[in-house]
């Protein structure tokens, strides 16, 4: 990878972080890279945490329907898991690169891990995320707002989750909203979900930055990952 600036290592996963946006065609050819080297054995797990420049991906379901506004910001095709999805700058996406055939090669538990440590990660802030059957993805419950008006109560979507695995090898992985401009969600309807809306933990009325973020996403990995 040339997009990054490695981190402190770690023993079994190496850290890797991109100070300036990374274009979103550069990130997937290195995660590619990257993926295809860790099955050869040439090279080791990683997890790259980086913001991209403003920009919509449709993974495999994607509807051409919930693309709301297709001029507003380039529109990538990806090959990963869900719909449509909003990256940008106070986004900290977290890709990652990590060998299921040594964790086990459950794609439905790497999942689920991969919710459990984004849900560790918010609770660092002390933010209570949660998963709801049929809504992929982190969600916020927003009592404060008005109920939907089926009734049911509201509540903000603060992380998504897409996956790809090649020769049981992930690769892209999450995104959480630290403080994005959240009326660039307006663009699409994120993960088909309509309804119900995104957050971000600056939006809570939370001061938090990315490195905060990163030391939280590392803290918490190994309870989540530890083989």
């Keep these: 990878m040339r997009a990054f600036c490695p981190g402190k290592d770690d023993p079994m996963?190496?850290?890797?972080?991109?100070?300036?946006?990374v274009p979103y065609d550069i990130a997937v050819a290195e995660m590619e890279a990257r993926a295809g080297a860790i099955a050869r054995g040439e090279a080791g797990e990683a997890i790259w945490l980086l913001e991209h420049p403003p920009l919509y991906t449709a993974g495999t379901s994607a509807r051409r329907e919930d693309l709301k506004d297709p001029d507003r910001f380039p529109v990538h095709d990806t090959r990963r898991g869900g719909q449509y999805t909003y990256?940008?700058?106070g986004q900290r996406v977290a890709y990652v690169m990590l060998d299921l055939n040594t964790r086990g090669r459950d794609v439905r538990a790497y999942v689920q891990k991969l919710e459990a440590w984004v849900i560790a990660a918010l609770a660092?802030?002390?933010?209570?995320?949660?998963?709801?059957?049929g809504r992929v993805g982190v969600w916020v419950a927003r009592p404060e707002k008005a109920p939907l008006p089926?009734?049911?109560?509201?509540?903000?979507?603060?992380?998504?989750i897409g996956v790809r695995?090649?020769?049981?090898?992930?690769?892209?992985?999450?995104?959480?909203?630290?403080?994005?401009?959240?009326?660039?969600?307006?663009?699409?309807?994120?993960?088909?979900?309509?309804?119900?809306?995104?957050?971000?933990?600056?939006?809570?009325g939370l001061p938090v930055t990315l490195p905060d973020m990163d030391v939280a996403l590392k803290r918490r990995f190994d309870d989540v990952f530890a083989r």
């Design 87 to 89: 990256h940008g700058p």
């Design 13 to 21: 996963v190496e850290w890797l972080t991109s100070q300036t946006p």
């Design 124 to 133: 660092e802030f002390n933010v209570k995320g949660e998963i709801r059957e």
């Design 165 to 204: 695995l090649r020769k049981w090898v992930s690769f892209h992985g999450i995104s959480v909203n630290v403080e994005p401009d959240l009326s660039h969600f307006d663009g699409i309807v994120p993960c088909g979900i309509e309804g119900h809306g995104v957050t971000s933990l600056v939006d809570l």
């Design 150 to 160: 089926d009734g049911s109560p509201r509540e903000d979507k603060i992380a998504a």
